[in-house]
């Protein structure tokens, strides 16, 4: 029996991270991945995930976890399928490590991914996004931080992971602008160019932020790096207080991701061009937004009806029949 811990210990630190370069969120998911992997599979074997063997990690077994995440986590069909990446990958990675494990190895990767449909793309209207804002309070320390960050999710269209990776020396300020430097997906960076409100939002934040020991721009209360879920919380916290001004929202679950849909759809109906919109959120190519943001816009299909013609039906006027001859012909 092969030791699990050896091999999946070098493939996220050396494979990974150095000779791949990928960058420390998709690290996170890959590890992610396979914490829950080897804990339903301890489970399943009644062992511990230290203890755990690669011969016991089978197609099968692989299958079953699949179906815990579907099932009994109400994961979707994108998250099912990024697990069963992250475990192909590091199979592909065991391939030339472990040969006489060939076999296991390729019916782990002959799994399918499973098809996910396409939904419509959840955003803010006009009304909810200033709600939104508005929510914060400027008068104290935290809601002056909170509007800053709300602002820059809503206009710069940043994933959540950009937002709280933003440090100092990422924020340029010029007379009219401000400059921000977002470190994206596979350690892609791309420079935002935004509005001096932005600035100003951004300064009385920095104003009343205070010395800290790390250099991300934006910080919790304890004066550490602000994280995902914290702001997750700063989201949830200010659209129960934007509900009672705009009872939209009630039906609607806004997370990190929808103020970055809500960007894209306002620069898509201000600019009419996907390949502005693909570089603006850092997308690698312009498949994406076409798939998520082109199929849903009700812009582009007004825009469809307004320049072609309905096919023409043939004319004429319906007649109902005599009611005596239609009774006669009943059996």
């Not at 934040?205 to 004066?223: C, I, Y």
Request: charged share 25%; aromatic share 6%.
């Amino acid at each position: 029996m092969t030791a699990l811990a050896p091999h999946i210990t070098a493939f996220l630190q050396q494979r990974l991270a150095v000779e791949r370069g990928a960058s420390p969120h998709t690290c996170d998911s890959y590890a992610y991945a396979f914490q829950l992997l080897f804990t339903f599979a301890a489970n399943k074997l009644k062992t511990t995930p230290a203890k755990l063997s690669i011969e016991q990690l089978d197609a099968p077994l692989v299958l079953q976890f699949l179906e815990y995440l579907q099932k009994e986590r109400g994961n979707g069909a994108r998250t099912r399928n990024a697990r069963l990446a992250a475990i192909q990958s590091f199979m592909h990675f065991l391939e030339h490590r472990l040969p006489s494990a060939l076999d296991q190895i390729r019916r782990i990767q002959a799994i399918p991914t499973r098809r996910a449909g396409t939904k419509i793309v959840p955003h803010l209207t006009a009304d909810e996004r200033q709600a939104l804002l508005d929510a914060p309070d400027p008068h104290t320390r935290l809601g002056i931080r909170d509007r800053a960050m709300l602002y820059l999710a809503l206009t710069g269209g940043l994933r959540v992971s950009e937002l709280v990776g933003i440090r100092l020396d990422d924020i340029t300020f010029s007379d009219r602008y401000v400059h921000v430097v977002v470190r994206g997906k596979g350690r892609r960076e791309r420079a935002l160019t935004l509005w001096r409100e932005i600035g100003d939002a951004l300064r009385a934040w920095l104003a009343v932020r205070g010395a800290a020991s790390v250099p991300e721009l934006f910080l919790n209360s304890r004066g550490e790096a602000m994280t995902r879920s914290g702001f997750e919380c700063v989201i949830d916290r200010h659209v129960a207080i934007a509900r009672s001004r705009c009872p939209s929202l009630s039906s609607k679950r806004v997370s990190p991701h929808v103020l970055r849909h809500t960007c894209a759809f306002n620069m898509l109906a201000a600019t009419g061009d996907v390949r502005k919109v693909a570089l603006w959120l850092g997308h690698a190519g312009i498949q994406t937004v076409e798939a998520f943001y082109l199929r849903h816009d009700p812009v582009e299909r007004i825009e469809a009806l307004s320049t072609s013609v309905a096919p023409r039906l043939r004319p004429g006027r319906f007649r109902p029949p005599d009611r005596l001859i239609a009774a006669l012909r009943q059996p």
